[in-house]
Nanobody, 124 residues
Framework: QVQLVESGGGLVQAGGSLRLSCAASGRTFSSYAMGWFRQAPGKEREFAAAISGSGFSTYYADSVKGRFTISRDNAKNTVTLQMNSLKPEDTAVYYC?????????????????WGQGTQVTVSS
Protein backbone atom coordinates (compact mmCIF):
# COMPACT_ATOMS: atom_id res chain seq x y z
CA GLN A 1 0.00 0.00 0.00
CA VAL A 2 1.31 3.45 -0.96
CA GLN A 3 -0.20 6.74 0.10
CA LEU A 4 0.62 9.87 -1.85
CA VAL A 5 0.19 13.48 -0.77
CA GLU A 6 0.81 16.35 -3.18
CA SER A 7 1.69 19.91 -2.25
CA GLY A 8 2.97 23.09 -3.86
CA GLY A 9 0.14 24.09 -6.13
CA GLY A 10 -1.13 27.64 -6.36
CA LEU A 11 -1.71 30.67 -8.55
CA VAL A 12 1.09 32.02 -10.72
CA GLN A 13 1.37 34.40 -13.64
CA ALA A 14 2.26 33.18 -17.09
CA GLY A 15 6.01 32.78 -17.41
CA GLY A 16 6.38 31.99 -13.73
CA SER A 17 7.44 28.83 -11.93
CA LEU A 18 6.00 26.40 -9.42
CA ARG A 19 7.43 23.37 -7.69
CA LEU A 20 5.12 20.47 -6.89
CA SER A 21 6.08 17.84 -4.35
CA CYS A 22 4.64 14.42 -3.63
CA ALA A 23 5.36 12.63 -0.38
CA ALA A 24 4.93 8.86 -0.38
CA SER A 25 4.45 6.45 2.47
CA GLY A 26 5.78 2.90 2.50
CA ARG A 27 9.16 1.22 2.59
CA THR A 28 9.33 0.20 -1.08
CA PHE A 29 9.20 3.62 -2.73
CA SER A 30 12.16 2.97 -5.01
CA SER A 31 10.42 -0.05 -6.50
CA TYR A 32 7.73 2.16 -8.03
CA ALA A 33 7.87 4.31 -11.10
CA MET A 34 6.39 7.71 -10.30
CA GLY A 35 4.45 10.05 -12.51
CA TRP A 36 2.67 13.37 -12.67
CA PHE A 37 -0.62 13.67 -14.49
CA ARG A 38 -2.97 16.61 -14.89
CA GLN A 39 -6.62 17.22 -15.58
CA ALA A 40 -7.98 20.52 -16.81
CA PRO A 41 -11.67 21.44 -16.42
CA GLY A 42 -13.79 19.59 -18.95
CA LYS A 43 -10.86 17.53 -20.21
CA GLU A 44 -9.58 14.03 -19.64
CA ARG A 45 -6.64 13.39 -17.37
CA GLU A 46 -3.36 13.45 -19.30
CA PHE A 47 0.19 12.33 -18.73
CA ALA A 48 2.76 15.01 -17.94
CA ALA A 49 5.97 13.35 -16.71
CA ALA A 50 7.30 10.09 -15.28
CA ILE A 51 10.48 8.82 -13.68
CA SER A 52 11.82 5.32 -13.16
CA GLY A 53 12.33 3.81 -9.72
CA SER A 54 16.06 4.47 -9.84
CA GLY A 55 15.56 8.00 -11.12
CA PHE A 56 17.82 7.35 -14.10
CA SER A 57 15.09 7.52 -16.74
CA THR A 58 12.59 10.32 -17.25
CA TYR A 59 9.78 10.81 -19.72
CA TYR A 60 7.75 13.88 -20.66
CA ALA A 61 4.70 14.81 -22.65
CA ASP A 62 5.57 16.95 -25.64
CA SER A 63 3.51 19.80 -24.18
CA VAL A 64 5.80 20.13 -21.14
CA LYS A 65 9.15 18.97 -22.49
CA GLY A 66 11.86 21.55 -21.92
CA ARG A 67 9.79 23.39 -19.30
CA PHE A 68 9.06 20.75 -16.62
CA THR A 69 11.57 18.59 -14.77
CA ILE A 70 10.68 15.51 -12.74
CA SER A 71 13.02 14.22 -10.05
CA ARG A 72 12.88 11.93 -7.03
CA ASP A 73 14.68 11.42 -3.75
CA ASN A 74 14.36 7.78 -2.72
CA ALA A 75 15.92 8.47 0.67
CA LYS A 76 13.11 10.92 1.46
CA ASN A 77 10.31 9.12 -0.43
CA THR A 78 9.53 12.21 -2.47
CA VAL A 79 9.03 13.08 -6.12
CA THR A 80 9.11 16.64 -7.42
CA LEU A 81 7.88 18.40 -10.53
CA GLN A 82 9.65 21.67 -11.25
CA MET A 83 7.51 23.70 -13.63
CA ASN A 84 9.04 26.69 -15.42
CA SER A 85 7.78 29.03 -18.13
CA LEU A 86 4.23 28.23 -17.16
CA LYS A 87 1.42 28.90 -19.60
CA PRO A 88 -2.31 29.41 -19.01
CA GLU A 89 -2.90 26.04 -20.70
CA ASP A 90 -0.95 24.39 -17.87
CA THR A 91 -3.85 25.21 -15.55
CA ALA A 92 -5.14 21.93 -14.13
CA VAL A 93 -5.32 19.72 -11.10
CA TYR A 94 -2.01 17.87 -10.90
CA TYR A 95 -1.90 14.32 -9.58
CA CYS A 96 1.01 12.25 -8.37
CA UNK A 97 0.91 8.53 -9.16
CA UNK A 98 2.92 5.44 -8.30
CA UNK A 99 2.96 2.34 -10.46
CA UNK A 100 4.66 -1.04 -10.53
CA UNK A 101 4.68 -0.71 -14.32
CA UNK A 102 7.54 0.94 -16.16
CA UNK A 103 7.89 4.71 -16.30
CA UNK A 104 8.08 4.47 -20.06
CA UNK A 105 4.53 3.15 -20.18
CA UNK A 106 3.13 5.87 -17.93
CA UNK A 107 0.77 7.12 -20.65
CA UNK A 108 -1.00 3.75 -20.34
CA UNK A 109 -0.90 3.21 -16.59
CA UNK A 110 -3.99 1.57 -15.20
CA UNK A 111 -4.56 1.29 -11.47
CA UNK A 112 -1.65 1.95 -9.15
CA UNK A 113 -1.76 4.58 -6.45
CA TRP A 114 -2.89 8.19 -6.79
CA GLY A 115 -2.78 11.30 -4.67
CA GLN A 116 -5.68 13.65 -4.09
CA GLY A 117 -4.37 16.29 -6.47
CA THR A 118 -3.19 19.88 -6.16
CA GLN A 119 -4.54 22.83 -8.14
CA VAL A 120 -2.26 24.82 -10.41
CA THR A 121 -3.67 28.00 -11.94
CA VAL A 122 -1.70 30.07 -14.42
CA SER A 123 -3.07 33.53 -15.16
CA SER A 124 -2.44 35.33 -18.42
Amino acid sequence: QVQLVESGGGLVQAGGSLRLSCAASGRTFSSYAMGWFRQAPGKEREFAAAISGSGFSTYYADSVKGRFTISRDNAKNTVTLQMNSLKPEDTAVYYCAASASSAGSARNWIGGYWGQGTQVTVSS
